[in-house]
């Protein structure tokens, strides 16, 4: 049996004939008899189903049946934010259908016009005409997408009240002593709209982003007049609270949120954002869901196993696996990154050569009879400005940072090998990576630096001064997440194998059992 020749499905209408070909190759080809299960309560729930031929029943704890027909999709409305299944999902009948991993899903969704096409494309009336009936999930780790947070407005409200109650105040002390100028009452409005300028500002340069993939602080720190970004996935958050200060936070409703995590920097503050306890149950949600997607990745995994190996009764069966253009040249050759400091920092360096090399050149232009009988002499100058700006080129090119298999590597060589400094760190030893843009000329030229904190305490790898240290930061959490994935795929390759010895085990036992 072999897959179909197309994906007869509203969601993939807009899709061109190249990215239906891509969809259909990098799908999975499963079959079962009637009777078996595909998918048990607790399990993770985040890939995609589309029903070939047959008939399926999603059984819901309490008895509810709900059937799904050849042509139906089963799982775009959650892909968003998934969560573990508490269904079951039966075949009625012998059956086929195609089923995309999640990974394999992120992979296809990194394609722009594979994402335009399968996004939802809703009618005047709401209805779904095209594309997932849910939203995608968010890009990359690093993107924007998600629900934003930003810092409540009601501190206006006390910070209004009190500024009248002064200019009040200050009214009624002129109009009784007439030796106080007349402008004072307007001192009041004044530091209040002075504090109100810097609060919005504050307030717009500070934005926490929920999504799928964890939670994204990006704010402005005026004391150092720079722009630091956390993110921390949902399996490092270990703990939630929430602190509301004083009264007046109790009676408006708005209050800090402390997020606990596993990383070496400590707890990521969500401030003054409004219904606190409401964003500490999302937090709470996120991380137990992602809990409990593990668990039950887990146990399909180990189920999926020990049904290949013939235990159990009557269940699905993989016919083809899933096949993306390239995927085999990418595992033997994994992705090799090189980050370099900004053009712009290189710049910076080249100015006093240029600058000492411009003197003679604007000396002989403007004075050329008065110095005639030094031209050579001056000229001469010129040598040491350009070996000196070639040094610095040549130690701007060797300064590099590259991110290879298992490790990041942070490469340094002085110019004519007077000096060499290699630090290397294992990806998975990375418990977060921050950014930071340090004064007015990093926001002009858009540099700064990406921090990798590790674990155990050891000092952090910098990336310092490279170019869209968000870009940077977004593509370091994804090679970190990969050699993640490769890491737990690998132990639970090494679980699998113990459960199916030991079920080998088992089943000999009770093949020697009495009466045998």
Known sequence: MTKPSSLDHQAFFRLSGADRAALLSAAELWEAEAGSVIRHPGDPGDDLLYLIDGRLANIAPDGAESRILPGDLLGDDDLADPRPVDATLRTLEASRWLRWSSEVLTRLLAVPSIRRGLAPLRGSDGTVISGFAGPLPVESPGSDGGRRYRCSLKPLLPAAGFTALVAGSLVLAVARNPALP????????????????LFLLGRLT??????????????????????????VPPDRIRGVEVEKKGLLQRILGYGTVFVKTSAIDGELVLRDVDRPEHLARELNTMREGAVRRDEGRDREMMRRALESRGFGGASPRLVEPSRIPGEAARRSAPEALVFRKSPAVLLGRLIPP????????????????????????????????????????????????????????????????????????????????????????????????????TAGGA????????????????????????????????????????MIRFAEVMDQIRSAGPGR
């Open 182 to 197: 007349p402008v004072l009452p307007l001192a009041a409005p004044a530091v209040f709209l002075g504090w109100l300028l």
């Open 206 to 231: 500070t934005v926490y982003t929920v999504s799928g993939t964890g939670i994204r602080n990006r704010r402005f720190d005026w004391s150092r007049f720079s722009i630091e970004s956390r993110r």
């Open 354 to 453: 240029l600058l000492i090399g411009a003197v003679p050149i604007l000396a002989i232009l403007f004075f050329g009879d008065a110095v005639s009988r030094f031209r050579i002499p001056i000229l001469s100058v010129l040598v040491p400005a350009a070996l000196w700006a070639l040094y610095r080129i040549e130690d701007w090119r060797n300064d590099r940072f590259e991110v290879s298999g298992r490790y990041v590597v942070d490469l340094y060589r002085k110019p004519l090998g007077l000096k060499e400094n290699r630090r290397q760190v294992e990806l998975v030893s990375v418990q977060n990576i921050r950014t930071e843009q340090k004064g007015p000329a990093s926001f002009i030229f858009r540099f700064g630096d990406v921090i990798l904190v």
């Open 459 to 498: 000092s952090d790898t910098v990336f310092e001064n490279v170019s869209r240290p968000w870009k940077v930061q977004e593509r370091l959490f994804a090679c970190r997440e990969r050699e993640l994935r490769r890491m737990e795929s690998l132990r639970q390759s090494e679980r699998r194998d113990d």
